[in-house]
């Protein structure tokens, strides 16, 4: 008889299985990543929106979401501050700086 023996099918056919899944798990993990970054990001975006608001309601609701915000691990330092100018002006109006730290 010729051919790949049935033992050396059977551990080929294990490999492959084990590296589809790993590679699915993987990809699958980085999708989710992306998929949170970008909510995030909006989330982001409609606080800095809401501070700009007339409505002070709505200004406190983005004050407190923005504050949760840039804790966050997808936060960058440009985020950061970003977000203290943002809210310093919300704060403090044109006259200092927030008194979040960086």
Do not use: C
């Amino acid at each position: 008889m010729s051919g790949i023996p049935v033992d050396g099918a059977l551990i080929a056919a294990s490999f492959s299985a084990i590296v589809g899944l790993t590679s699915w798990f993987f990809t699958h993990r980085q999708l989710r990543q992306v998929s949170a970054r970008q909510e995030w990001s909006l989330r982001y975006q409609s606080a800095l929106e809401s501070l700009t608001s007339r409505d002070n309601t709505r200004r406190q609701a983005g004050l407190d979401l923005m504050k949760s915000l840039v804790e966050a691990r997808w936060s960058s330092k440009s985020d950061k501050t970003l977000a203290l100018d943002a809210v310093s002006l919300f704060e403090n109006g044109l006259k200092g700086r927030s008194t979040w730290k960086k």
